[in-house]
């Protein structure tokens, strides 16, 4: 039984492996031919770059979050029940779009609607037709998503004068919601907010950001979705 995981486990991290050398084809196809005809830029500005040091430790990390994401869920489907291959995909699927988006993030500050509206709808559809949640748990996971995280900011806004987030966050924080339903988002804040608090610490020991800088926010609510998923459906299905 522990041959046939640990079998299943190496073929699906090679399998993510692959899945990420995709992602990171189309992350550089967003920035070179989409990124200005989707509003992230003005005119003057310049494109993302994609072949330097930071955008190349930036991708390896994708394609190493790829291959663990991978060879996690390819394992852990035989213990689901019940197990098919619905299941494997949506999960997989689930994985790419935050991980991409994680990326997308972490060079740029920012999350594009066509991503983050895009994975909200397929969250509500996948419900729709029987997914993790129920339609009206993915509906309420949206909701809150978005009208939580905002308040959040605007108390910050109010009390600081300092902006804590930008919308793209609110918004990847519904897409999560929906897929996962609202209690799951409980979850997926703390898993972000200590990511965020470690990175913070992390860059301000080496001279890199002051903490109290911004931060993108996207990969701490990729991470809490993942995080959240992987565990809770694996232990509870």
């Not at 991290?13 to 050398?21: D, I, K, M, S």
């Not at 040091?53 to 663990?68: E, F, N, P, Q």
């Not at 978005?146 to 600081?160: K, P």
């Not at 924080?173 to 799951?184: D, E, M, R, Y």
Request: charged share 10%.
């Amino acid at each position: 039984m522990f041959k046939d995981i640990w079998g299943l486990f190496a073929a699906g991290g090679v399998a993510g492996l692959f899945a990420g050398f995709l992602l990171v084809a189309t992350v550089r196809h967003i920035f070179r031919h989409y990124w200005f005809s989707w509003g992230l830029m003005e005119s003057s500005d310049t494109l993302p770059v994609t072949h330097d040091v930071h955008t190349r430790w930036l991708d390896a990390s994708l394609l190493a979050s790829c291959a663990l994401c991978g060879a996690v869920i390819t394992a852990s489907v035989p213990w689901a029940s019940p197990s098919s291959p619905e299941l494997l995909w949506s999960r997989s699927v689930f994985c790419a779009l935050l991980v991409m988006q994680a990326r997308i993030d972490a060079q740029t500050g920012m999350l594009p609607d066509r991503l983050t509206l895009g994975m909200l709808w397929l969250g509500l559809l996948f419900s729709l037709n029987g997914g993790w949640v129920s339609l009206e748990h993915s509906v309420s996971g949206a909701v809150a998503g978005y009208i939580v995280m905002w308040l959040l900011v605007a108390i910050f806004r109010f009390l600081t004068g300092r902006e804590a987030m930008g919308c793209g966050d609110f918004k990847l924080s519904a897409a999560i919601g929906a897929w996962l339903g609202s209690w799951s988002l409980l979850g997926v804040w703390l898993v972000a907010s200590i990511w965020l608090c470690i990175a913070a610490m992390f860059d301000h020991l080496r001279g890199r950001q002051h903490f109290r800088e911004p931060r993108p926010f996207g990969p701490g609510l990729a991470l809490g979705g993942i995080l959240v998923m992987l565990l809770g459906l694996t232990l509870t299905e």
